[in-house]
């Protein structure tokens, strides 16, 4: 089937009088997904007690499965999340840290999570250890170096992203979890940014809990997010919220404990009170839609203009790029020489009609370029002559 950035730019609801080069902070749905979103929600309204006490569980069945063969791991090692923020705020809230302890993780991560760790570290009195990593960043000794170097004998986890927001490098995650393996370091990684954008494979990749978002470059509609835990540390979990699903090992509760599947992680975190779970439910439309589209070009197509891009705009600045060309996927961060990054951010959008996130961290100012399908090379060329004129 066609997949031309003019074809696949038809097929999303994107407003065309806006060059969007911002897929990456809320991803985008195309229409035959969001019609099926739609067709939940209908269904949902229809008949809501027979959908909300029956269907939905069923349905949820279906597009875990669907998702586990996409990610490849078992169905029943994870549930559904609206965001990573939340699934990383429950593995927070259920591991076991005394105050001798200490995360590794890095300066780079996202600044939700890199909060919820901060302050449970004050309230639990252990060490929230952040590894600076040197930009440019040259090659995955010189990170792992970087990473390695605060590691001791009290680090007990590791949280770390898969691919980073604020940089968009794809981080040596193999290499990492190989050493946090040897070292007896449990490993909590944050792939917000992964499914539909590079492949991954849980089994493979073998970490203790893993994040990822289907909203983004799964294009699934805003609000959908996995959490996978390893079978072993299922039993230890504990939702925030305890609904009807939850219980079962309370007296109390036997005989009122709804079990809608055999896996209790399935059940204590699959009903959290009434909610709209039609999002969660559209994953395997949204994977048949990548597949109708040959989705590894796309990828392939929006990897090279990425590197293209960043090429020309480096040779436009002469400043550094920030890390090799191995490192980028759909996403790069770019070092703009420019003072204010939100005078920068609201003259790309009101003056360019550019939307795109700009940051400045450690007194450089950089924005972060992101492409899926329906973006073309002229939109990076809108892009460069507006920098152009800016300079």
């Known amino acids: ?74 169905k029943n090692d994870i549930t559904y999340f609206p965001n990573p923020t939340h699934a990383v705020a429950s593995i927070i809230d259920n591991i076991k840290i005394n105050p001798e302890d200490e995360i590794l993780t890095t300066n780079l991560e996202y600044g939700s999570c890199d909060r919820m760790w901060f302050y449970h570290g004050k309230q639990n009195n252990y060490k929230y250890v952040r590894s600076p990593i040197t930009l440019p960043v040259i090659d995955d000794n010189t990170f792992l170096q970087n990473f390695w170097q605060h590691a001791n004998n009290n680090t007990k986890y590791v949280f770390i992203s898969h691919i980073t927001s604020g940089t968009g490098m794809i981080l040596p995650i193999e290499k990492v979890m190989n050493e946090a393996k040897k070292r007896g370091i ?53 939702p925030y919220l305890k609904s009807w699903g939850w219980g079962i090992e309370f007296d109390e509760f036997k005989d009122s404990t709804e079990q809608k599947t055999p896996s209790r992680y399935q059940n204590i975190f699959q009903w959290q009170g009434t909610r709209d779970m039609s999002a969660f439910l559209t994953i395997p439309a949204a994977i048949k839609f ?96 507006a920098l152009k004129a800016l300079l």
């Open 1 to 74: 089937m066609n997949n031309d950035s003019t074809y696949l730019k038809s097929l999303f609801q994107i407003n065309p009088e806006i060059t969007f080069l911002n897929h990456g902070s809320y991803g985008a749905c195309p229409k035959p997904v969001f019609e099926d979103y739609q067709k939940w929600q209908i269904k949902l309204e229809r008949d809501p007690v027979k959908f909300l006490t029956n269907d939905v569980y069923e349905q949820l069945e279906i597009s875990r499965n669907e998702l586990s063969k996409y990610i490849n791991c078992d």
């Open 290 to 385: 990548q597949n109708d589209h040959n989705w590894h070009e796309v990828q392939d197509r929006c990897m090279s203009m990425i590197i293209n891009a960043r090429n020309e705009i480096s040779t436009l600045t002469q400043i550094p790029k920030i890390c090799p060309d191995e490192y980028l996927g759909q996403m790069s961060t770019i070092i703009f020489p420019v003072n204010d990054h939100k005078v920068l951010k609201e003259t790309l959008y009101h003056t360019y009609n550019i939307e795109i996130p700009t940051y400045t961290k450690d007194g450089h100012t950089a924005f972060r370029i992101s492409l899926q399908g329906y973006n073309s090379n002229a939109d990076v060329e809108t892009l460069i002559n």
């Open 186 to 238: 449990k490993t909590i990684i944050d792939g917000a940014h992964v499914p539909g954008h590079i492949n991954l494979d849980i089994k493979k990749l073998d970490p203790d809990y893993y994040v990822g978002a289907c909203h983004k470059w799964m294009c699934s509609p805003k609000g959908v997010s996995f959490l996978y835990v390893k079978k072993e540390y299922q039993s230890n979990m504990q």
